[in-house]
């Protein structure tokens, strides 16, 4: 059974970088495309980015001067990393299994605040 | 930055049936395949229908996905209180080069 878990802080300040890792079981991450997806509170789903098993990455224009993500193929992880986040950034944050997704974690809470 | 509209609620009684519209354009539906999720707020979302119809192994057939042209459609059946939850369409706008997904819709049972 494949599962997806978001690890990382749940407070970031302003001007920071906010960075998680999503831990998969049951899949390796180097056989699929995986994403990272974020809801602002009381908001609609917006798409962050892609990896390929491979590397290669995609990021949505309105986010792609600010996101990295990569993969950790060691420990089965990939990572988003976020800079010079804003309370605009506050969200829940999934990474989830292909481009559209057929698996997600259950999500994780970042909110940028001093 | 919801490029897919939703309708923000849809209601009916147990055993009834509701669909969920999800209206897009040329670049994302008219051209790509649609999934649905259905999300209880603080789970993983779960995948419903991928590929405009299809169904994961598990998914009950009370729920059916359909396309039309810009437009898909979700539709539950046989409604049950454990539906209640919000639903998403998503697919890829072939214009903007991301994911895209619906505004959402909150199925109430009543």
């Known amino acids: 059974q494949v599962q997806l878990q978001e690890s990382g802080p749940g407070l970031v300040k302003p001007s920071e970088t906010l960075s998680l890792t999503c831990t998969v079981s049951?899949?390796?991450?180097?056989?699929?495309?995986w994403t990272w997806i974020r809801q602002p509170p009381g908001k609609g789903l917006e798409w962050i980015g892609e990896?390929?098993?491979?590397?290669?990455?995609k990021y949505n224009p309105s986010l792609k001067s600010r996101v990295t993500i990569s993969l950790d193929t060691s420990y089965n992880q990939l990572s988003l990393k976020l800079n010079s986040v804003t309370a605009a950034d506050t969200a829940v944050y999934y990474c989830?299994?292909?481009?559209?997704?057929?698996?997600w974690g259950q999500g994780t809470l970042v909110t940028v605040s001093s | 930055q919801s490029v897919l509209t939703q309708p923000p609620s849809v209601s009916a009684a147990p055993g009834q049936k509701v669909t969920i519209s999800c209206s897009g354009s040329s670049s994302n539906i008219g051209k790509n395949y649609v999934s649905w999720y259905q999300h209880l707020p603080g789970t993983a979302p779960k995948l419903l229908i991928y590929d405009n119809n299809k169904r994961p192994s598990g998914i009950p057939d009370r729920f059916s996905g359909s396309n039309s042209g810009t437009s898909a459609t979700l539709g539950i059946t046989g409604l049950q209180t454990g539906d209640e939850a919000d639903y998403y369409c998503g697919t890829w706008d072939s214009s903007l080069s991301v994911g895209v997904f619906g505004t959402g819709t909150k199925v109430t049972v009543l």
């Open positions: 989830a299994r292909n481009n559209l997704p057929d698996y």
């Open positions: 049951g899949a390796s991450i180097t056989s699929y495309y």
């Open positions: 990896i390929s098993y491979s590397g290669s990455t």
